[in-house]
């Protein structure tokens, strides 16, 4: 990164003060639905991942998924960091229902994420596609998406084009 010289010097004074632990493994729990809370009698037997291939009625279990919030579904604007704002074109009091291009085919940041993870208990992205080299913007705006989504423990129903395992395809994985 930009200031890689100055950051390394303290990974050797971490190393000097801590006992290092290996946390290696190729597990990612991320991928075990962690998202979804065991509280929701209502979704219990809906899947938080859809592939619109193999789920051919997606949209009704989406519908379930968003009518599980409270409150008329209605338009909003979240406001975001800096005085800016964010529409969102289908919301109720605890969901909102956004398209992939929506999210991650605009110049949306980490603060239009939060805030949006700030302002809903549960997100809906559908329509994600395949994500590879030529779409390595939009990849990375889905990652810090989902990142967003992690950190503040807002549930996160996707519904995309391809199973999860084939998600991300072409990168680099050195």
């Known amino acids: ?7 390394l010097p303290f990974i050797d004074t971490l190393r000097e003060r801590m006992i290092v632990i290996e946390m290696g493994g190729t597990h990612d729990y991320r991928k075990d639905g962690l998202l979804v809370s065991p509280s929701d009698s209502i979704t219990d037997s809906l899947p938080p991942y859809l592939c619109s291939s193999i789920h051919p009625s997606y949209r009704e279990v989406l ?48 603060a239009d ?15 994600v596609p395949q994500l590879g080299g030529d779409t390595y913007n939009e990849a ?22 391809v199973p999860r395992d084939d998600l991300f395809v072409g990168f680099d994985e050195s």
């Open 1 to 7: 990164g930009i200031n890689r010289s100055v950051f």
């Open 63 to 110: 519908d379930k998924w968003f009518s599980n919030g409270a409150g008329q579904t209605r338009t909003e604007t979240i406001p975001v960091a800096m005085g800016r704002s964010l529409h969102v074109e289908r919301a109720n009091d605890s969901c909102g229902w956004f398209s992939f291009n929506e999210l991650c085919n605009r110049p949306l940041g980490a």
């Open 113 to 127: 994420y939060i805030a949006i993870a700030d302002r809903f208990e549960m997100i809906i992205v559908e329509g």
């Open 140 to 161: 990375r705006r889905f990652v810090t998406l989902v990142d967003a989504l992690y950190e503040a423990k807002t549930k996160a129903i996707i519904s995309a084009k």
